[in-house]
C-alpha cells in the first residue's frame, strides 16, 4: 500500500538556502512532498492560506517579518511546523518553551530526517497538540511568567502555564515540576534545560533546584528557602548572592 505523502511548502528568503533544502528533502525524506515554496513572510502567509499544506519548513528570521509573524498571519494553524533558523537565543527560548521542531544552519540532513520522522509520527498517530497556537499566544503576551510552556512526559505532552509553576527539582534525567495545585509531573528533560529557558523569576538556588520567586514564602539566615507549598529547600553558598540580589528587588 502506498502511504500518502506529507504536503508540505517552504518559507525561507535565502535562495541557496531554500535549493539546499528542497535538495536535502527530495533526496532524504521521500515521505515529503514540496508543493510551494514562499521567499518572504507575506508571501508565505498566503501560500499556506492557499495550499493549506500538512507541514511547513519555516525560516525564523526573515526580511519584513519572522516565523512568527506568519503563524500570526494564518487562518489557521492546524499544520506542524519546522523551524529553520540561525543561533539566536531569542528564538531558541520560544521554539523550546513550545517544544517545536526546529533545525539550526547550516542544516544537518541527519536532524533534518529526525525532524521529518517526528512530524510524519505526530500525522499518523493524529497527535493534537498545537504547538504553533501556543508560539503564537506567547508571541503576544510579553510577560514571561505570563506564557505557557508544553512539557514531554512519559506519556506526551502537557500544556501548563509558566506561572502556575512554584519549583522544579532535578531528578536523574528528569526534572520534578511542582504546581500551585499540590499536583507534580516528571518531565523529560535535564534541570540545565529549565535553567537556560526559564527567565525571572525563576531562579536557581541548589543545584537540584530552581524556584519560582513569587512563590517564595520566607527565608531564614540558616539558609532555608520556604515556599508557598510549605516545602523548605536549602539554599547554596553558590547561588546565595544571585538569589539574594533578586529576593531583594
Known amino acids: 500500500m ?30 515529503v512532498e514540496i508543493v510551494g515554496e514562499a521567499h518572504n513572510s507575506k508571501e508565505g502567509i498566503t501560500l499556506i492560506n492557499e495550499v ?43 521554539l523550546n518553551q513550545s517544544a517545536a521542531y526546529y533545525l539550526l544552519k547550516p542544516v544537518s540532513i541527519e536532524e533534518l530526517i529526525l525532524a521529518v520522522n517526528k512530524v510524519q509520527q505526530q500525522l499518523q498517530n493524529k497527535e493534537l497538540l498545537n504547538r504553533n497556537h501556543i508560539i503564537v499566544e506567547n508571541h503576544r503576551n510579553t510577560k514571561p511568567e505570563a506564557q505557557q510552556i508544553i512539557l514531554p512526559t512519559l506519556e506526551g505532552f502537557e500544556v501548563a502555564k509558566i506561572q502556575d509553576i512554584i519549583r522544579l527539582k532535578g531528578n536523574g534525567n528528569f526534572t520534578d515540576i511542582y504546581f500551585n495545585n499540590g499536583t507534580k ?29 513569587n ?10 528557602v520556604t515556599l508557598i ?15 539574594l540580589n533578586a529576593f531583594s528587588r
Not at 502511504?3 to 525524506?29: F, G, M, P, T, W
Not at 519548513?57 to 526573515?62: I, N, S
Not at 518531565?187 to 534545560?193: A, E, I, Q, S
Open 52 to 94: 493549506k499544506p500538512q507541514l511547513v519548513f519555516l525560516d525564523v528570521e526573515m526580511p519584513f517579518g519572522n516565523a512568527f509573524d506568519v503563524l500570526e498571519g494564518c487562518k489557521d494553524l492546524y499544520f506542524e511546523t519546522i523551524f529553520v533558523t540561525a543561533f539566536s537565543e531569542y528564538s531558541l527560548k520560544a
Open 215 to 224: 512563590c517564595v514564602k520566607s527565608y531564614n539566615k540558616g539558609g532555608i
Open 2 to 31: 502506498q502511504l500518502h505523502k506529507i504536503k508540505s511548502v517552504i518559507v525561507e528568503d535565502e535562495l541557496a538556502a531554500r535549493e539546499a533544502l528542497k535538495s536535502y528533502i527530495q533526496k532524504y525524506c521521500p515521505q
Open 185 to 213: 509531573k516528571m518531565v523529560c528533560r535535564f534541570l540545565k534545560h529549565f535553567d537556560e529557558l526559564l527567565d525571572q523569576p525563576f531562579i536557581r538556588i541548589h543545584k537540584s533546584h530552581i524556584i519560582n520567586l
Open 229 to 243: 507549598d510549605n516545602s523548605e529547600i536549602e539554599l547554596s553558598a553558590t547561588y546565595k548572592t544571585a538569589f
